[in-house]
């Protein structure tokens, strides 16, 4: 996949400018080799006092500790076996299973001893622990933040994966709603409500951008914005786009939830006003012929289709049910979403009265007003009570209230099979990689069937089974189905996370805070990047997770989701901006505020808060190799093929820049953040 996605990018960036060109002709191995040894490591008994055969191997024969391998074994002419040294219990006579490697570095030999009657044989496996080293810690940390920075590789030097993550579990949640909240009152009181809802929008969105740079809670704030893929509204509706804190509060349950319980999150979600809203289900009524009212679908089809279970049933391992004659087993039917739809009837603004409710969903959002955000709240009048069809051949019966039928039909879709599968497969693609193994969504989706300890659900351990499987750690260059394409906006908050953006707080006159309008002319994040938080342009999230371009990607039967949203323009954008940030809005340089007028509200956008720190590179600039090697260690952990690093010297050493470090400086970042080797997670 690497290979492929590196190759498509050189075809498509060739032609924009005389740098690209310089990089793209470089070849697109990524720089690197396997990070993990890949040579078995058995010892096999071989004493002859009895015929007992066995064999006992590892996946790996040295990998980093807390990471996973897979132990398999098989023999011959026994009755049982049973597993010692790092792993145990009573084994099959053959078999495999994926074991976390001992935090002890050094030597980890694994044994197991197989019987026949009164005689036994050992079998042994060695596995070398060892610390992660730079390019490993960055591969992690590109999956499990918004992007790898040194000094955090550094810190998984001496602590392993695990533990990290953990860490991470505990930190308190960078929320957003309140914030805006405490900002709000020092907002103009002269603007309208229009152009306030906006004012708060632009402080959602540079808020979003300071979280995902500078908040300690990295994993969390990546789960969150992963989750917000999954369970898509977006502040460009109609119905949202001037009810700022409904944005924003919206965003707090996914942060909220992203470590917690998944059958919790489908609650919030669903009764979340936000979604109500976007989704159609606020306000939705029971059915009155007489008044051609009929029970809302919407909600219903995309939590089925979108959010939970998908169009067709699963195996455990992600992989389609087929009848006889191949044709994929459907999950659900129209007569299954009508039953759901009415479901979900009778759910509204959380008032006095239905009345009022209405009065506040025609009134909309008022500047300093009451922020409408508490989850909605049931009609019994405005429900249908009659029998309803869902999953499975479930029906509820008649005469249930609101709530009773919302909790049972959301129990109804907790338990459908594949519901663990299809989560499991959608956060790999968005953590990980875009072609997960089926034994990879397996092994996760197992996980979140049951966490060990019986619960279903529990987001900590199925990210953890994400991030610690021997998948996502090992790196094999050659492999077509490794890595995926960076979302554009991740590749923006990594260079920032490498080159120190300041950090303050917001002005709430709406100068400072990050406000993005007016870095790249009156544009917005979703504008340069095809895509920003909570902005998609439709509940299908901005790519499909069964993307697949036509030519060597579907030849290969693979998916990128990323390259729906690669286009020309998109491609020229985003190129441009990262031109703009490398060479105009650096540490360098003198960086005046801008007037940015935005519906009428002039805002001020302080754009010095986006300048990156170059000193160390400005330093270096005399010395080409040098300079290239620093920044491919910021950017790329030093990860870095001779061709691309060639490919920038000469383009260094040729340039007009030969007596201008800053411009030096910038060249060799700019280079290396829009190459492939950058451009493409491995």
Known sequence: ??????????????????????????????????????????????????????????????????????????????????????????????????????????ANTYSLTCFNGTNSRISTSTINSRNLN?????????????????????????????????????????????????????????????????????????????????????????????????????????????????????????????????????????????????????????????????????????????????????????????DFEGVPLQSIDQSIIEGFAHVFTGWHFDQSSWNGANNLLNDGAKKNSFRDIKPMKSYNNYHDKGEKKLLNGTVLSAGNSASGDLKSALDNIYAHPNLAPFVSYRLIQRLVKSNPSKEYVGRVANIFNDNGS????????????????????TIIGSDLTAGKLKEPILRATQLWRAYGLKNHEFDNTGKGGYIFRGFYGNRDILDVFGQGPLQSPSVFNFFSPFYSPPGEISNNSLVAPELEIATEYQNTNILNFFWKQTFDYNNQKTISDIEVNYGGDKIISSLADFAINIDEEVALASDTTSLINRVAAKLLGGNISDDLRNSIKNVIDQSIYTNEPANQASIAIYLIVTSPEFTVQG
């Open 454 to 473: 019986g619960i279903k659900g529990d987001l900590k351990a199925v990210i953890k089974a994400i991030l610690l499987d021997q998948e996502a750690r």
């Open 1 to 106: 996949m690497n290979i492929i996605l590196n190759s498509l990018f050189i075809k498509m960036f060739r032609s924009f400018n005389i740098f690209i060109l310089a990089i793209f002709i470089s070849s697109c191995g990524g720089g690197g080799s396997s990070s993990f040894s890949l040579n078995n490591n058995t010892s096999t008994d071989d004493s002859s006092t009895n015929n007992i055969v066995i064999s006992l191997q590892s996946s790996l024969s040295e990998a980093p500790f807390s990471s996973e391998v897979t132990l398999t074994w098989s023999s011959e002419n026994t009755t049982r076996c049973e597993a010692s040294n790092g792993w145990s219990g009573l084994k099959s006579m053959s078999g495999s299973e994926v074991i976390q490697v001992s935090s002890k570095l050094g």
């Open 134 to 322: 730079q390019s490993e810690a960055f591969h992690f940390l590109n999956q499990a933040t918004f992007g790898a920075t040194e000094s955090e590789a550094n810190s998984l030097s001496s602590i392993d994966l695990d533990s990290w993550i953990e860490g991470q579990f505990l930190i308190t949640p960078s929320l957003y709603d309140p914030v805006l909240l405490d900002r709000e009152s020092a907002i103009d009181s002269s603007l309208s409500n229009f152009q306030h809802q906006r004012r708060l929008l632009e402080l959602f969105k540079g808020l979003w951008i300071k979280n995902a740079v500078l908040a300690e809670d990295q994993l969390r704030q990546r789960v969150a914005f992963a989750l917000s893929e999954i369970f898509v509204i977006s502040m460009l509706d109609p119905d949202l786009n001037l009810r700022a804190h409904l944005i924003s509060d919206y965003y707090d349950v996914l942060v909220s939830s992203a470590f917690g319980n998944y059958r919790d999150l489908m609650e919030a979600v669903t009764l979340h006003p936000a979604m109500g809203l976007y989704l159609d289900h606020l306000s939705n009524e029971k059915p009155n012929v007489s008044k051609n009212i009929r029970p809302d679908e919407n909600y219903a089809r995309e939590l089925l289709q979108l959010f939970t279970i998908g169009l067709v049933d699963l195996n455990i391992d992600g992989t389609v049910q087929r």
